[in-house]
């Protein structure tokens, strides 16, 4: 069955770098978009970006030249990356399936990232 | 940006009647509105795609509807397991943005 899993560290300083591994199984990562989502106190529930099929990448301009995604296909697992981090990126990152027409049709369960020093 | 103006922010509501939240988007979205449900401490849980598109495994008391810049999520003979909050999202036009949330309380 389809299941998505995020790992991360839980704490993170500010102006440090949050890493987050979503790990899939169940189908292929070349076969559908990955998506990211953050949901914080202050703003909700906020779209960050993906990674298509082809590997390709699209990002939310919110989070300009911060935030990386990327891929290996071979461990079934997608990353993301985002720098310069400030307390107001404290909440739950999610990653989350897409199939054209479909979106975010299987979630991981999300991880919880505090900003604090 | 597109902006997804949710309402209400909150409802209560008794079990079997049923309840309606709209989701007005800033520009025109072209049916391109999904429906979630999150329970505390869950992920969110997609009912509705493409405005009106019953996602597999959701009850048929859910249903949406709606075009243009005007959209709704409407449930019917509501159970005690629908108290949650629900979100749309817009999937039209980058950055796909989320609406605020309608937070459903069964009495």
């Known amino acids: 069955q389809v299941q998505l899993k995020e790992t991360g560290p839980g704490l993170v300083q500010p102006t440090q770098t949050l890493s987050i591994t979503c790990t899939v199984s169940?189908?292929?990562?070349?076969?559908?978009?990955m998506q990211w989502v953050r949901q914080t106190p202050g703003k909700g529930l906020e779209w960050m970006g993906f990674?298509?099929?082809?590997?390709?990448?699209e990002y939310n301009s919110e989070f300009k030249s911060r935030l990386s995604i990327s891929r290996d296909t071979s461990k079934n697992q997608v990353f993301l990356k985002m720098n310069s981090l400030k307390t107001e990126d404290t909440g739950v990152y999610y990653c989350?399936?897409?199939?054209?027409?479909?979106?975010?049709?299987?979630w991981g369960q999300g991880v919880m990232v505090t900003v604090s020093s | 940006d597109i902006q997804m103006t949710q309402s209400p922010a909150s409802l209560s509501a008794s079990l079997g009647e049923t309840v309606s939240i709209e989701c007005l988007a800033s520009?025109?979205?072209?049916?391109?509105l999904a429906w979630y449900q999150q329970k505390p401490g869950k992920s969110p849980q997609l009912l509705i795609y493409?405005?009106?598109s019953l996602q597999d495994g959701v009850p048929s008391r859910f249903s949406g509807s709606g075009s243009g810049t005007q959209y709704s999520l409407k449930i019917n003979s509501l159970e005690s397991e629908d108290a949650a909050t629900y979100f749309c999202?817009?999937?039209?036009?980058?950055?796909?943005?989320f609406g605020a949330g309608t937070k459903l309380e069964l009495k």
């Open positions: 989350a399936r897409d199939v054209n027409g479909t979106p975010f049709d299987y």
């Open positions: 169940g189908f292929s990562l070349t076969s559908y978009y």
């Open positions: 990674i298509r099929s082809g590997g390709s990448t």
């Open positions: 520009e025109d979205i072209y049916n391109n």
């Open positions: 493409y405005a009106s």
């Open positions: 999202l817009q999937d039209s036009e980058y950055p796909y943005t």
